[in-house]
Every structure is written in C-alpha cells, then in structure tokens.
C-alpha cells in the first residue's frame, strides 16, 4: 500500500491525500492498481537512460515488473527489460507508467518516449 | 517487511480457501469485494486456479494434480468431460477447437476458460473420481513427478510409485506444510533413465543403493525459472524407500523456516542453497530436523540416465512406442503434440484404455500420455484405432520433440505465442527438412518466457519469447538456445542467438541442422556434437532466415484479448463474464 502525495500549495509541503495500492503480481507480472490490472510484461518501452546502456534511446522489452512507486501523482515501475538494439539486460531506473488523476487510473502512453525519474529531475 | 502476498496467506491460506471459494461461486465473480481481488486470486492458486491474463478476467486455468502422472482407471474420462463441459469460453483456437485438456511439464493436467459458479460441480466430479487440484498451484507441495512408468518398468532400480504417493498423501494438505515460502517441486525416481528429472526440482530423491540397500540419493535446489537456472545440488544423503516421507518432510520444514519470505524472487530453495551451500544445508537438516544419523549417499545411476539428455547410451529418452512392461503387458507411449488434446479425443483415449488396457493413463514430462497394462495379444488392434494416426506411438522426430508451455494464448507472463506457433514450426520442419542419417530424437522446447515452464534449457534446440523490431514494427521474437541436456553430466542452453523474428526461426533450424550434418563426426548425436564447440562456433550455426514459413501471429498477441479472435482488440474482450457468458461492463 503507497500513499499518493501531493503538493501543499501554502507550505510547499507534500502531504498524503489518497492511498491507492499498488502491487506487481504474479511473480512480475503486472501492475496492480487498486486491485486492477493496469501494466503487464511484454510491452516495448523506449527510455533515456544513459546508466541503463550505451543506447541514445534505450528499446526494452518488458519482461519482469519489479517494484512500483509514486512520484506526485506519476505511478511508476522498476522493471527487468532487455534492450533490443544492443541486448544489455538489466533492471531499469523509475519509469513513469499512469497518473492518477482525481483517484482514478490515466494510462501513460508507453509506446511514446519514456523519462526515466531521474532524467525529469535533472531537466 | 513482510510481502503483501506473505501478509494475505498468514490471515487466510491452505484448505480453508475451499470453502471460501465455493462462497464466492455462490454470489458469483461480482462478489469478490474489489479490493481484494488480488488477495483472493493469490490465495486461489492453492486450490489449483490461476487467474488467466489481461483481457480474460473472470475465466481460470485450472491444474489437477497427478501424482507422478498416473490417472487411475475412470479419472482420464472424468477429465475429458470435465473439459468437454466446463473448459468452454468465449474464444475457440483453431488448432485444438472450443475444449481440451493440457499435459503439463510436470505431469499435471490444465483446462482453461473455468467460470468460478462452476467451480463446486467441477470439484464434486473430481472428488467423486478421487482427483483433485489442491496446492496444484501455490506456495505449497507441488504436483509430485517421476518416472512415468514406475512399477512397470523392466529395468528398474526402485519402484518409486510407492514413495512418491506416499509423500503426496501425506503432504497435501498437511497442515504443518501448507504455507511455504514458495512453490516446492519434488520428484521421485526410481528408473535407469532419470525420468523423474530431478536435476531441475526444488527436492529430488535418485535411484541408489548403499551398503546392498536400493534406496534414493537426495538433491535440493534445482530449478529454471527467471534467468536463473540451478541444477539441484547433492546434499550427500541416502534414504531408504521408507525413510524417504520423514525426510522430505524435514527438508519441507527447513524449507518453510529459513526461505526467504520478504522478497519472493529470492524465496526458492536453490538460493537457500545458493547462499549456505550443500554441506550447511546437510548440517542443519541433520541437527534440527532430523533425530537419526543421515547415511551418506549411496552408489547412483547417473551414468545411464539417457531422459532428455540427447546421449546415445542406449536408453530411452523419452516414453513414447510400444515397450514390454515387467508383467509381460506392454505400455503404448502416444505423442501428444505440445501436450494439448481435445475433449473429444481425450474421451476416446479413455475408451482405447479401458478397451485394450487396464483402464489406466500415465503422463509424462514430455507432455505424452501412456496406455499401459496392454496384453500382447491386444496390441494390433489398439495401434489400428484412428486416434492413434493423430497421437502417434511412431510420430516424427520433430512432432516427438516437440514442447510448448500456455504463452500468450492465457499466461500473464507470456511475451509470445507459443503452442500454436510450436505446431505450425513442427510441421513446417516436418515437410521441408531432412534430419541427418539416423537422428531420431530431436528436442525443441518453446517457452513463452523466463519462467521456463516448457523447459527450454534442457533440448536441443531451446527457444524462449523475446520481441523485436522488424522493418520498424514491433513483432514477436525468440532467444535460441543450444547446448543443453540432462543425463550424467547435465548442462543448460547457451542462448546464442538473441532476438531471432519469429518467421526466420524455422529458417534458422533448417540451416542449423545443415551445418551439424556437415560438420559432423560419425554418428554423433546432435548433444555431443555441440559439446565439442564454444559459444561463438555454436552461434555461426544458427542463421535465421525467411522461408515460405508463414506466421500468422507476428503481431503482439499479448495486446488481444484472445490471439485467434476475429476482433481480437483488448475492447473487444467480452470478459470479465456472468456465469452464463454476458459481459460484466467495467466502471472505466
Ligand atoms: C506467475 C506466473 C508463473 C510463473 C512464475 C510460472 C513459472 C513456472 C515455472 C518456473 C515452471 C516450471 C519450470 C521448472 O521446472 O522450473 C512452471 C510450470 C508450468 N507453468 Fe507456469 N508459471 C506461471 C504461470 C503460469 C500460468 C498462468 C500458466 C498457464 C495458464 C502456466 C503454465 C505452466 C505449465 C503448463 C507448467 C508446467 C507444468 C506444471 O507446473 O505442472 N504457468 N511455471
Ligand atoms: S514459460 Fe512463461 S509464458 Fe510460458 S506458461 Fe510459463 S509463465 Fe507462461
Ligand atoms: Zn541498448
């Protein structure tokens, strides 16, 4: 169970608004959201991530789910994925995935560019 | 902290979950309070359902447990009507038709598309037939497996049939082993051949003798799941048929107290073993598990072990054709291609075995079913019935090779279409390629995943799901493997081509199988022949290539909500489903 957070406009402080759970299922499966299947393995991303390899563009196949997260009300995964142009496997950094907006799930459109939590806190 | 799985076992887990399934058959799917729907799918797998994949909600897999794949007189019927009345959904695969039944890896049975209403007559007729799908799944024992045809067998060491039926009845349902950290898979073998597979269990017991008594060596640890594959590790310890259930047990416990229970990718016993070793693992099962001096281990038989090993020590290396029994009766050994038969077909294997057998089917880890206790005198007429022109006991070495796990078709964890496509490229092999002079047993397993469930790391040639970009367009793909095998010496795949497109795979074992009768030596077999080169010799042997081999599921079919659908679009699904198939609308 994670709690969502969110930004105190008048502190500047993050405080806990909903708490939405989420969990990888089946042994890596998919993500679960609120009891709801939301991701699944087998998908390709396309990330920025020069620690992940030599790649401009990381191209991953999706093949295990990891860990989940929330940053603000971005859902994002750890994933084990394999990169079909240079072949390095290995667990990625945070990947954003959905939002939730209002409670509800919001699909990131995954077959787009992908930035990885770090890269958006570096811009 | 505990795991979210973890937590949902210790508040409820193990027999229990019976009754609260039959609640929820009851009020039906809507019943399951949203919120813990992942709890209850998690605990469900103890009683052998699997929720199937995205797009498919509200239908199960189901896996009955048989116990070193005997089904008794009656219980092949049962399943077949099982199968032929509840594993109906709203897709129908064009292969294999609206119901069939799975043979598994480990000799269990899988029919898909279950509805939870009809979970309580499902269970009534399997009790009725003294069958079942308890911790057919789950953290928990496992389906047992050996050798299929134990107590048959003419070269026997041990009869394991016993032993292996002895640990199923005593630990299904045990309270004291219901709750493991993780699945545990135990085999049990009793043959010259290695049949049972041990080297890649959680627990294996080998055909021994010590000092003049036949008796078992024990291995822990084995196991191919995740990128990860172990061989069991030899614990150097000899049991008797009659001590073998005390210790098993023990290691069960050991097992139950020191897994690893906060992080379940760490939780198999092959990492315990991983980070104590064989000989801690010895020492504690000796001093906290055990009250009697565990002998060390006996004299084994790996040597001869021939199952899956792609040796030619002259033993079998797998069941299938017609073989002298130790009665005088004969087994008769049917291909069942990728393990899947339909309803039908399985109620007519039911009437082959009750008309020229005892009635009784074995399954085996090659996904084949046995006819056994076959009199000489009815053995023309039973190889004269149709069914066995489709289940052949003589089929072709790439139709006898031939595994394939769930995949995409139902399996969460699928990245690839897998039996289907495992057919067309055994046919495909079959019409357009000549194996080398007498090369009859040609392996290749296709898994859908790392999981591993179709054992892909043990044939000769070893493929597992992979995707990659073709022409710009994202389509399905597979890793080769080369170079594995059980017997003496067992050893797992190189994966030494990466990313091959599905429709240059045929290709590239056409062109494999050129280059091993070029360069080969004698009559090797393919096993030895790839021994004798490295990594990179073994992947200049691998050149995918497009044929006229067509494949029809390039695509993602894990984006559809059913691969062979016409509108096969996720929105297309008609799941989750009432009992009598009307879609259930989501709230989004
Ligand atoms: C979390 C999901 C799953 C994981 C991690 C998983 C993993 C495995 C592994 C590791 C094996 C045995 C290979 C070995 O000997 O080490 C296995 C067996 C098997 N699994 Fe899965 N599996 C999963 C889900 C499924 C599903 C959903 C299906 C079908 C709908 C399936 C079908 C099979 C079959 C046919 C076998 C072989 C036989 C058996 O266990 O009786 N698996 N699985
Ligand atoms: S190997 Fe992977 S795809 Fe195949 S059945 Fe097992 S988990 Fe599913
Ligand atoms: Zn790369």
């Known amino acids: ?123 | 902290m505990p795991t979210d799985v973890e937590r949902w076992k210790s508040e409820v887990y193990g027999n229990e979950i019976r009754e609260r399934l039959f609640e929820f058959a009851e009020k039906g799917w809507e019943s399951i309070p949203e919120d813990e729907r992942d709890a209850w799918f998690e605990r469900f797998k103890w009683w052998g359902l699997y929720h199937q994949r995205n797009g498919q909600e509200s239908y199960f897999m189901m896996r009955i447990g048989t116990p070193n794949g005997v089904l008794e007189p009656g219980q092949v019927r049962a399943v077949g009507e099982i199968a032929d009345e509840f594993a109906r959904g709203p897709g129908v695969n064009p292969e294999f038709g609206a119901a069939y039944a799975d043979f598994t890896t480990r000799q269990s049975i899988q029919l898909h598309w279950i509805r939870l209403e009809d979970i309580p007559a499902i269970f009534e007729k399997l009790d009725e037939h003294g069958l079942s799908t308890q911790q057919a799944c789950g953290d928990s024992w496992r389906n047992i497996v050996g050798c299929p045809v134990a107590g048959k067998d003419k070269h026997e060491h041990v009869d394991a049939l016993p032993v292996a039926l002895d640990l199923h009845d005593t630990y299904k349902g045990h309270e004291d082993h219901t709750n493991l950290p993780r699945k545990w898979k135990v085999s049990v073998t009793g043959c010259r051949e290695g049949c049972g597979q041990g080297d890649i269990n959680d627990l294996a017991f080998e055909p021994a003798t010590k000092d003049g008594e036949k008796g078992f060596n024990i291995r822990v640890g084995g196991g191919l799941a995740r990128n990860e594959p172990r061989l069991a590790r030899d614990l150097d310890v000899f049991v008797t048929p009659d001590q073998a259930g005390e210790v098993g047990g023990a290691l069960s416990a050991l097992f139950r107290d020191y897994g690893d229970r906060e992080n379940r990718y760490n939780a198999r016993i092959k990492f315990l073993v991983d980070e104590w070793g064989a000989e801690k693992m010895r020492r504690v099962l000796q001093e906290e598990y055990v009250d009697w001096e565990l002998p060390t281990a006996g004299e084994d038989l790996r040597e001869e072990y021939s199952y899956n090993s792609g040796y030619a020590t002259g033993g079998h290396s797998d069941h299938v054709g017609v073989h002298e029994q130790n009665d005088g009766n004969y087994y008769v050994g049917l291909d069942v291609l990728v393990g899947r038969m339909g309803a039908a077909d399985v109620l007519e294997l039911a009437d082959l075995a009750d008309e020229y057998g005892s009635g009784e089917v074995r399954l085996t880890q090659r996904q084949n079913a046995i006819v056994t206790d076959v009199p000489e005198e009815n053995l023309d007429d039973l190889l004269a019935e149709d069914l066995l022109s489709d289940y052949s006991p003589d089929p072709h070495p790439f139709m006898r090779g031939s595994i394939a796990c769930t995949g995409t078709e139902f399996c969460s964890l699928s990245i690839v279409e897998t039996k289907n496509r495992q057919v067309r490229y055994a046919r495909w092999l079959k019409e357009n390629v000549e194996l080398p002079e007498g090369v009859e047993d040609f392996h290749i397993h296709l898994s859908g995943c790392t999981a591993s469930c179709a054992q892909p790391q043990i044939a000769d040639v070893s493929l597992r799901g992979m995707k990659t970009r073709k022409n710009g367009e994202a389509v399905e793909a597979l890793d080769i493997g080369l170079g594995g095998g059980l017997g003496e010496n067992p050893q797992f795949a190189d994966w030494v081509g990466q990313r091959v497109p599905v429709d240059e795979v045929p290709g590239a074992i056409a062109n494999l199988l050129a280059n091993f009768e070029d360069r080969r030596e004698g009559d090797e077999t393919f096993r030895t022949f790839v021994e004798r080169l490295d990594e990179d010799e073994l992947a200049d042997l691998i050149e995918p290539e497009e044929t006229d081999y067509e494949d029809p599921m390039m695509h993602n079919t894990k984006l559809t909500w059913y691969p062979y659908a016409d509108e096969d679009d996720m929105d297309d699904s008609p799941a989750p489903a009432r009992a009598d198939g009307t879609p259930i609308s989501s709230d989004d």
């Open chain 1, 1 to 123: 169970m994670l709690a969502r957070t969110d930004v105190d406009r008048r502190t500047g402080d993050e405080r806990p608004v909903v708490t939405v759970p989420l969990r990888i299922q089946d042994d890596g499966a998919w993500l679960s959201v609120d009891d709801q299947r939301r991701v699944g393995v087998g998908e390709l991303w396309r990330f920025y991530d020069p620690g992940f390899c030599d790649c401009d563009l990381a191209d991953g196949v999706v093949e295990n789910l990891v860990e989940p997260g929330v940053d603000g009300r971005t859902v994002e995964i750890r994933a084990v994925c394999q990169c079909i142009v240079c072949g390095t496997k290995a667990t990625t950094d945070w990947l954003p995935v959905g939002r939730i907006v209002d409670g509800e799930w919001r699909d990131i459109d995954r077959e787009g560019l992908l930035l990885s939590n770090a890269s958006r806190k570096r811009e």
